[in-house]
């Protein structure tokens, strides 16, 4: 019953924003993690990451009219745009796809297990956002940006030890919040 409200709330935000593009900040701010998430997975480039997010909520902005609802989740048209464009961007620049990217995949090929895995992971990201600042930068020091314990404790100005209690803090509370966002 909630999936059913949710899908007709998601719809009645198409309709509304394909009349008026300024009601589309609503279908970005619902869309914009599970986006990054799926952006960031792939380039594995916190500039690209944020360049790639960006065009795709421009061409989407741009193409509104012309979108369907089928009963996907919106974020399932986005995800189309954001594999396209990471496509392009790889073979303009000759790069390689990281992992098994699909060259292009279509609406119909975006299975609800990667669905499920991107939500996951925007998840992740808006608790990571919610953590006490210094937990915070701990953890995008050490899992985003990849530093070493000593790395991050000359960066922070602390001792290893309180990297290495702030990180396990973090993690504790990201591993409770979590398990309580799939309950």
């Known amino acids: 019953m909630k999936t059913l409200k949710k899908e007709a709330d998601e719809g009645l935000l198409i309709e509304a924003a394909q009349k008026d593009p300024a009601r589309f900040a609503e279908l ?9 998430a799926y952006i960031v997975r792939r380039v594995e480039n916190r500039a690209e990451t944020e360049d790639l ?3 795709v909520f421009h061409h989407a902005l741009a193409n509104l009219k012309r979108f369907e609802w ?15 464009l990471i496509s392009d961007r790889w ?7 990281i992992g098994d990217e699909p060259e292009r995949i279509e609406l119909a090929h975006v299975s609800p297990v990667e669905i ?5 992971r925007a998840t992740l990201f808006r608790l990571v956002e ?10 995008v020091l050490r899992f985003v940006e990849q530093k070493s314990i000593k790395e991050v ?29 799939n309950a």
């Open 116 to 120: 499920e895995e991107v939500e996951r």
């Open 53 to 55: 997010t960006s065009e």
């Open 130 to 139: 919610a953590l006490p600042v210094e937990q915070r930068r701990v953890v």
């Open 153 to 181: 404790a000359r960066e922070i100005r602390k001792s290893e030890g309180a990297v290495k209690q702030l990180q396990f803090r973090a993690l504790t509370t990201l591993r409770t919040r979590m398990e309580g966002a």
């Open 70 to 84: 089928r009963g996907l989740p919106f974020a399932a048209w986005l995800l189309r745009i954001a594999a396209n």
């Open 28 to 36: 970005y701010q619902n869309n914009f993690e599970r986006v990054y």
């Open 91 to 97: 073979q303009r620049t000759g790069r390689e796809p």
